[in-house]
């Protein structure tokens, strides 16, 4: 067989890597279990708008690592976009992260910065973090009572599908407020979207006469010649798709959240009049609402003005056939990653990679500068 590397899953890991290695002059096929490139960063535009729609929820791309900025933009320009969120709690909207303004309009008040952090201190001192005993006593220990039950509570145990005092107080650290006016959403050195939407960024990434993409191909399917059956130990081999699955699940399952989308074309120009608009309550079942056009509007002469595209985001556990979003990561979880880890070092030549590869959340900016990580590390190249 004519090629120096396999990589399983098109996703910004396993391109990355294809993309440096056919740099350095090797043969790499990339095989990918999906009609499409580019793994959860993948984009289309929906066919009856024209309108571009992330499929596997938004994608808004940010770093302040040099290396990765520097690498990225050889494959496509950005956008100036500010990534901007807002919150319609008990019919009124306020500005995310929870900041000044958040905590002024909340409070009927005007507080200077001082004075909100005062009061947040004193609304905390109802619990202590040491010694709260769930997510419901941590998040109150660590913004109060109000802020928590209005912004957070019920926002999370819709993600989690699952009670607030049934929650575990691990999954939060801390809870973001800011005792200023600033609501941008990412505090990154830069911030854009792709000029040409995400699709035409992965595809040229993959557009070298080294690499060789192969789609609907499924590394587990022994009938199709480029599985692992057949080919581990044969070459190097970059793995990028779920670690458990591909241990056949032998130190049990990792749990994942996962999202359903329920997307909708509508025959208004604007919606909602900005990109995101979260559902804090409990008595609205979806999470969020996306509304795509919002995402580009440099683009305003080429979508239409009475038509728009929005997607209503929901939240729960992901079973086995689902697709996995969010690690979980439970004391279970983190056991069994270990033991997975350990088998990993015994697989001769195979890189395990990416955000199902190493069981983490990775944002496509980390994802990237991981990869470059390990083509310097695992395979002496440069980036
Ligand atoms: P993936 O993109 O998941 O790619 C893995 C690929 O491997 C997939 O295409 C899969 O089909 C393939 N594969 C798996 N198993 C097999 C197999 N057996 N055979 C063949 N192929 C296989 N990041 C940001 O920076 N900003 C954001 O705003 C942002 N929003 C996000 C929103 C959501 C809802 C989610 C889930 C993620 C978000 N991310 C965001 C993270 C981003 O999606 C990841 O950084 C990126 O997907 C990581 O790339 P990857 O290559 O590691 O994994
Ligand atoms: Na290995």
Not at 98 to 119: C, G, M, S, W
Not at 158 to 167: A, F, G, R, S, Y
Request: overall charge negative; charged content about 25%; aromatic content about 14%.
């Amino acid at each position: 067989m004519n090629i120096d590397l396999l990589v399983v899953g098109s996703g910004f890991f396993g391109l990355t890597i294809a993309e440096r290695a056919a740099a350095a002059g090797r043969k790499v096929t990339v095989i990918e279990r999906r009609h499409h490139i580019g793994g959860n960063a993948y984009s289309e535009n929906e066919p009856e708008t024209g309108i571009e729609v992330h499929r596997y929820g938004a994608h808004l791309f940010h770093t302040s690592n040099p290396t990765v900025w520097e690498y990225v933009n050889r494959f496509t320009t950005f956008t100036n976009y500010v990534h901007r969120v807002y919150s319609t709690h008990n019919g009124q909207v306020y500005a995310l992260p929870v900041n000044l303004h958040t905590i002024n309009q909340f409070f009927q008040a005007a507080y200077t910065p001082d004075e909100a952090r005062a009061l947040v201190k004193e609304q905390a001192g109802e619990f202590d973090v040491k010694t709260a005993r769930n997510f419901e006593e941590k998040g109150i220990a660590l913004v109060g009572r109000p802020l928590f039950e209005a912004f957070f509570r019920d926002y999370t145990a819709k993600q989690w599908q699952t009670e607030p005092h049934k929650l575990s107080g691990d999954i939060v650290s801390r809870l973001p407020v800011r005792y200023n006016y600033d609501n941008r959403y990412f505090n990154d050195t830069w911030e854009g979207l792709p000029t040409d939407g995400y699709t035409a960024w992965l595809e040229r990434m993959a557009d070298h006469p080294n690499i060789e993409v192969k789609l609907n191909v499924d590394f587990f399917d022994e009938s199709q010649p480029l599985s692992k059956k057949a080919l581990v130990g044969q070459l190097p081999i970059v793995y990028t798709g779920p670690v458990d699955r591909y241990f056949d699940y032998a130190e049990g399952e990792l749990s994942w959240r996962t999202l359903d989308f329920e997307e909708e074309v509508l025959n208004v120009g604007d919606f909602q009049g900005t990109p995101v608009m979260n559902y804090p309550d409990a008595d609205v079942p979806f999470t969020r609402i996306h509304e795509f056009k919002h995402f580009h509007p440099e683009r305003k002469d080429v979508y239409p003005d009475d038509k728009t595209v929005i997607m209503r985001e929901y939240s729960r556990f992901a079973t086995r056939e689902d697709e996995p979003y969010y690690p979980v990561n439970t004391s279970e979880d983190r056991a069994g990653l270990l033991a997975y880890r350990e088998l990993a070092k015994g697989e001769k030549d195979v890189h395990f990679g990416g955000r199902l590869g190493t069981y983490q959340y990775l944002d496509m900016h980390m994802a990237i500068g991981s990869a470059l990580s390990m083509w310097r590390n695992d395979f002496g190249g440069d980036a």
